[in-house]
């Protein structure tokens, strides 16, 4: 399973929804989906994401701890319940 963290990504680095959603040319509800979790971006987008984020955020913010990938996304292993 795939988590997007980009309702902390937004809050660390002090970025709008409204502000990331004009950057990167999606409709603000697409961002407020994938902020909810109840949809997941395809991987351009999350590069577009982070390339967003480090274009609009908080200069000092971005300086101490550029965005990454490993920041946007985590991984997780399903477990599958077996009969």
Do not use: C
């Not at 660390?12 to 979790?37: C, F, H, M, P």
């Not at 997941?40 to 390339?51: A, D, E, F, H, T």
């Not at 480090?54 to 965005?67: C, N, Q, Y």
């Amino acid at each position: 399973m795939i988590t997007f963290h980009l309702g902390g990504l937004l809050s660390r680095y002090k970025v709008t929804g409204i502000a990331l959603a004009n950057e990167i040319g999606v409709d603000k509800s697409t961002v407020s989906r994938w902020r909810q979790g109840s949809q997941l971006p395809s991987l351009g987008n999350v590069n577009q994401v982070l390339i967003a984020i480090a274009k609009l955020g908080d200069e000092d913010r971005l300086k101490a701890h550029p965005p990454t990938m490993a920041d946007a996304l985590e991984w997780h292993l399903q477990q599958t319940e077996k009969n």
